[in-house]
């Protein structure tokens, strides 16, 4: 027996009380929404001969969490925080849970909430106390028109008069707001709304509302993302250009170690509970971001070894850096990123990895050592950023490229001038390649706010 929630999409008024309830009974801070109600509309007015028709709409869809049979918030999770009760009632076992947001990214309904007071995950959790108890939900129990409700599904009682059981319709099927690529198979019953069926063009009313715009503070909380990845790359990258550069040199191995402690720890101020990092690797055999920890690890104790023995840490080192890179950006590669999951994320990572890593072997050999694959490299970029689609911030966006390309005009010319003006280049240069990477991951990171729900 498993709990689904029902809507009749049809008969709400879109008064909200569900949505007060549910912040009432949790005490959920300001802008912190378990369950949200979206104010959908579309269609316009045009004149037909004298007359003036409508073909005017809106309906109202109420959703929490959907506890899905195949909960992907559960399935990313590295702590291994989510709990699957054996009813279906999916919640986080706030103990685990070291606040690392992965889970609200990778779920499809953006059902996961960061409690900034609590400094973890929250999500609904189908009230299993009421419930326990003998009572309904409270956004079930306040609904004055009870167009929201719940129901057991044990797999042997007909549930036609509920209407659209989402869970057996794939995706592509769910109406609007809901995204058409999950494949979750969401606990929620719906009796559609007519302007649902319409096949007109439809738009989120409230967005504001059920999708605040982050707060300039709230965008600071990626920067050690920001430098987390940049660092990490651009270690892997010098590791990997250090087979082919003779053997590890002292200045080597202390630019490794300063961009492995320094990442290391930027990880770790991005999380709200970093004393429940240590849990990180308890979901390896499911989540990417395990994974890409573990790799980390392995990459610095590979640093370690070739400090002891520098005859034979260079191949660990490069192997495992190679490993960092592709599983940073498996991270990333999931349908409730459309705008991520594509190959481009691979590319551009491994791309970035190269430019950085070339860029600080170069720092003590010059640029014009490596001014040919570096050109090469910044030029793939280049032709990626271009062939790539959406972007967050296209003022930005195109700045960007533009001084990846002015930044090759300079790379380009680096052969053919003088020693002194060799020198006097490569300060900007160099300057302009990392402030490209740091305005590129960004950029990246910013694409996740172009989902809808």
Known sequence: MTYAFTFDASACSGCKACQIACKDKNNLLAGVLWRRVYEVSGGTWQKQDEAWITDVFAYNLSIACNH??????????PTDAYV???????????S?????????????????????E?????????CYDNLDAGLPPACVAACPLRVLDFVEVTGNESLESLGAKLWELPGTEHPFPLPTFSRTQPHLALQPHAGMLNGLEKKISNQEEVKPPMKTRQKLDELPLIIFTLCGQMAAGMAVFALFDGPLTALTLAMLAGLIGVGGLASLLHLGMPLNAWRALN??????????????????????????????????????????????????????????????????????AGTLGLTGMALGAGLATVWFPLWVLLAAQVWLALSGQGHAHET????????NALTMIGIGILPIVSEPARMWLSFPIFLMIFTGEVVGRWLFYELKNLRVV
């Open 96 to 116: 685990k849970c070291m606040g690392c947001g992965y889970c609200a990214w990778a779920c499809p309904y953006s059902a996961p909430r960061y409690n900034p």
């Open 283 to 352: 979901h390896l055999n499911k989540s990417w971001l395990s994974r890409e920890i573990l790799l980390f690890g392995l990459f610095g104790v590979s640093w370690l070894v070739a400090l002891a023995l520098p005859g034979m840490g260079k191949l660990p080192l490069a192997l495992t850096g190679l490993g960092l890179v592709y599983a940073m950006s498996q991270v990333y590669r999931f349908k409730a990123a459309p705008t991520w999951n594509t190959w481009h994320t691979e590319a551009a990572f491994f791309l970035s």
């Open 68 to 77: 899905c049979v195949h909960p992907k918030c559960a399935g990313v999770c």
């Open 84 to 94: 699957v009760r054996p009813d279906g009632i999916v919640y986080i076992d706030e």
């Open 396 to 403: 930005v966006y195109r700045l960007r490229v533009g001084g």
């Open 118 to 126: 609590l400094r973890h995950m929250t999500k609904c959790n189908f």
